[in-house]
C-alpha cells in the first residue's frame, strides 16, 4: 500500500514542451512535500520542496504545484529539455518512522531533442 | 565535497552468505538513513538513524541490521542473504534546518547495486 501515488509511471515530452507529474496522498499529517531527481547510476537529489501552506512554488524552470484539499501535488517542468531526462519522486514527510520521507514510485521522463 | 560515500557499488552474493555495505557522510549530519530501490515501488526506508547511539526500523526491515559506529559511518548488514533482498541501496543523510527558509532534504550516496543469487 503506497502512502504517496504517483503517475504517469513514465513519459515523453518533446524539447521545449511541458512534463507534468502527479502525485496524491491520504495522510493528512504529511507536511512536507520534496521532489528528487535521480539520473542513470545515481542517486536522488533534491530538485524542490513545497510546505502545505503555499499553493505554488517555482524555481526556474521547475514548479510545484499544491493543492492541499484535494491532497495531491505537481511537478511541472517548462521548456523540457534533453538534459531533464531522468527519473523524478515525489516523497512527503509524515509522522511515522521518525518523521521520515515517504516516496512515490518515480516516473520515468524522455525529453527528446 | 564527497557528500555521502558507499562501499562496494556493485555486489553479487550467493543465497545464505553475509555481507556489510558501508556507508559514511562528511556532511557533519545527525541523521542517516538505508533505503531501498525496486522498479515501481520507489524508495523504501529500511532503517534509520536519527542520531549518534539510536537506530530503528523503517517500513521494511526484516533481513537486514544496522549500526551506527559513529556519527560519520552507517552500516546495513545482511545476515543470511536472499535473492528477494536483490535491490539497489542507497545511504542518506540530513540534518534538520534550524532557520527559513527551513528547505531541506536528503543527501543521497550513489548507492550499491546488490544481485543475490
Known amino acids: 500500500q503506497q502512502q504517496v501515488k504517483q503517475s504517469p509511471q513514465s513519459l515523453i515530452v518533446q524539447k521545449g514542451g511541458i512534463s507534468i507529474i502527479n502525485c496524491a496522498y491520504e495522510?493528512?499529517?504529511?507536511?512536507?512535500f520534496p521532489w528528487y531527481q535521480q539520473f542513470p547510476g545515481k542517486g536522488p537529489a533534491l530538485l524542490i520542496a513545497i510546505r502545505p501552506d503555499v499553493s505554488e512554488k517555482k524555481e526556474g524552470r521547475f514548479t510545484i504545484s499544491f493543492n492541499k484539499s484535494a491532497k495531491q501535488f505537481s511537478l511541472h517542468i517548462m521548456d523540457s529539455q534533453p538534459g531533464d531526462s531522468a527519473t523524478y519522486f515525489c516523497?512527503?514527510?509524515?509522522?511515522?518512522?521518525?518523521?521520515?520521507?515517504?516516496f512515490g514510485p518515480g516516473t520515468r521522463l524522455s525529453v527528446l531533442p | 565535497n564527497a557528500g555521502v560515500t558507499q562501499t562496494p557499488k556493485f555486489q553479487v552474493l550467493k543465497t545464505g552468505q553475509s555481507m556489510t555495505l558501508q556507508c559514511a557522510q562528511d556532511?557533519?549530519?545527525?541523521?542517516m538513513y538505508w533505503y531501498r530501490q525496486d522498479p515501481g515501488m520507489g524508495l523504501r526506508l529500511i532503517y534509520y538513524?536519527?542520531?549518534?547511539?539510536?537506530?530503528d526500523k523503517g517500513e521494511v526491515p526484516n533481513g537486514y541490521n544496522v549500526s551506527r559506529l559513529n556519527k560519520r559511518e552507517f552500516s546495513l548488514r545482511l545476515e543470511s542473504a536472499a535473492p528477494s533482498q536483490t535491490s539497489v541501496y542507497f545511504c542518506?543523510?540530513?540534518?534538520?534546518?534550524?532557520?527559513?527558509?527551513?528547505?531541506?532534504?536528503?543527501?543521497f550516496g550513489s548507492g550499491t547495486r546488490l544481485t543475490v543469487v
Open positions: 495522510n493528512t499529517a504529511f507536511d512536507y
Open positions: 542518506a543523510s540530513s540534518e534538520l534546518p534550524d532557520s527559513p527558509p527551513l528547505v531541506y532534504g536528503y543527501t
Open positions: 538513524s536519527a542520531s549518534e547511539g539510536t537506530t
Open positions: 556532511m557533519n549530519h545527525n541523521s
Open positions: 516523497a512527503a514527510r509524515g509522522n511515522n518512522y521518525g518523521q521520515n520521507f515517504v
